[in-house]
């Protein structure tokens, strides 16, 4: 089969979910209503959390860092869908789509691994909370933050290198919403199955040890709070790790359809919709989830508008 130099040519063709709407000006719009809703409350909650000093615990310092990656992550992804909607105009470069693909690893990946010490963070505060500033003290989230961004931007740079070191064929159309490993393997003129099960074991190898240090806190923490005599008590902390498991449940559903399960199980539409899910959904709801349900945050949020709007 003929070859096209993707290095030197026009690039690719991002025939992502706007393209295959039945109502892709509806689609548009929602799309960019739920990013609007991402900037603004992540933003939000990041100048509330840095404004105010109650909240500088490391609870909040890692949740901080969640606002971080996830205002970062849909910025990848959701202004170039809209706009090559709204411009007519799907191209991406080679280089673009290499980046694109490097950054949305990165970020996925720093956010599987901080789900997981968030997970630790409560399981301390909950069933040691005398020794919790001990085991959490500034060095040791400081360590957490700076692991999670250095083994996601290693395992990210590995994926997006190998991935576009491969021959591409003549069909620059990539039917996804950014630049993906699934679907730009299927673009790939060489034999990618061995790739592909490499994909897949280090998919399992990430998700799997965050996700069980996720299970296994959680279910301690429900061992402590049942033994809580005071109702109080147990309803603060539930409502505290109910918040973060949904998080954990959105994020960890959509990265093991994406990455654990096998190629023939996909379709471009899945993909498309797990895709919109996980880069524009996903950022919107996170900090409506853990502030709303969060006496603590809509009580800092009320300081902070009420010093600056007074």
Same mark, same amino acid.
């Given at each position: 089969?003929?070859?096209?130099?993707?290095?030197?040519?026009?690039?690719?063709?991002?025939?992502?979910?706007?393209?295959?709407?039945?109502?892709?000006?509806?689609?548009?719009?929602?799309?960019?209503?739920?990013?609007?809703?991402?900037?603004?409350?992540?933003?939000?909650?990041?100048?509330?959390?840095?404004?105010?000093?109650?909240?500088?615990?490391?609870?909040?310092?890692?949740?901080?860092?969640?606002?971080?990656?996830?205002?970062?992550?849909?910025?990848?992804?959701?202004?170039?869908?809209?706009?090559?909607?709204?411009?007519?105009?799907?191209?991406?470069?080679?280089?673009?789509?290499?980046?694109?693909?490097?950054?949305?690893?990165?970020?996925?990946?720093?956010?599987?691994?901080?789900?997981?010490?968030?997970?630790?963070?409560?399981?301390?505060?909950?069933?040691?909370?005398?020794?919790?500033?001990?085991?959490?003290?500034?060095?040791?989230?400081?360590?957490?933050?700076?692991?999670?961004?250095?083994?996601?931007?290693?395992?990210?740079?590995?994926?997006?290198?190998?991935?576009?070191?491969?021959?591409?064929?003549?069909?620059?159309?990539?039917?996804?919403?950014?630049?993906?490993?699934?679907?730009?393997?299927?673009?790939?003129?060489?034999?990618?199955?061995?790739?592909?099960? !490499?994909? @897949? /074991? &280090?998919?399992?190898?990430?998700?799997? $040890?965050?996700?069980?240090? *996720? +299970? %296994?806190?959680?279910?301690?923490?429900?061992?402590?709070?049942?033994?809580?005599?005071?109702?109080?008590?147990?309803?603060?902390?539930?409502?505290?790790?109910?918040?973060?498991?949904?998080?954990?449940?959105?994020?960890?559903?959509?990265?093991? !359809?994406? @990455? /654990? &399960?096998?190629?023939?199980?996909?379709? $471009?539409?899945?993909?498309? *919709? +797990? %895709?919109?899910?996980?880069?524009?959904?996903?950022?919107?709801?996170?900090?409506?989830?853990?502030?709303?349900?969060?006496?603590?945050?809509?009580?800092?949020?009320?300081?902070?508008?009420?010093?600056?709007?007074?």
């Amino acid at each position: 089969m003929e070859h096209w130099n993707s290095t030197l040519g026009s690039g690719f063709i991002l025939m992502g979910i706007l393209n295959d709407s039945g109502s892709p000006e509806l689609l548009c719009a929602t799309i960019t209503v739920l990013y609007m809703l991402a900037l603004t409350s992540n933003g939000l909650l990041l100048l509330v959390i840095t404004v105010d000093s109650r909240l500088h615990v490391p609870m909040y310092f890692l949740l901080r860092q969640l606002s971080l990656m996830d205002l970062l992550f849909t910025s990848v992804v959701t202004p170039k869908a809209v706009m090559d909607f709204l411009l007519n105009e799907n191209t991406i470069s080679f280089v673009g789509c290499a980046l694109q693909m490097f950054l949305a690893l990165m970020l996925g990946g720093a956010e599987d691994l901080l789900l997981a010490f968030m997970a630790y963070d409560r399981y301390v505060a909950i069933c040691h909370p005398l020794n919790y500033m001990v085991f959490m003290r500034p060095k040791v989230c400081w360590f957490m933050v700076a692991t999670a961004w250095v083994l996601a931007s290693l395992c990210a740079f590995v994926y997006t290198v190998y991935t576009m070191h491969y021959p591409f064929c003549m069909s620059r159309k990539i039917r996804h919403l950014l630049c993906e490993i699934p679907p730009l393997l299927k673009l790939a003129c060489a034999d990618t199955s061995r790739y592909e099960l !490499f994909v @897949y /074991v &280090l998919a399992v190898t990430f998700l799997m $040890p965050p996700l069980f240090t *996720i +299970i %296994s806190s959680y279910a301690l923490i429900l061992c402590t709070v049942f033994r809580v005599p005071s109702s109080e008590g147990k309803q603060k902390a539930l409502v505290t790790c109910s918040s973060h498991l949904m998080v954990v449940g959105m994020f960890y559903g959509a990265a093991t !359809f994406m @990455y /654990v &399960l096998p190629s023939s199980l996909h379709s $471009p539409k899945q993909d498309n *919709i +797990i %895709s919109l899910f996980y880069t524009v959904v996903t950022p919107a709801l996170n900090p409506l989830i853990y502030s709303l349900r969060n006496k603590e945050v809509m009580g800092a949020f009320k300081r902070v508008l009420g010093k600056y709007m007074l």
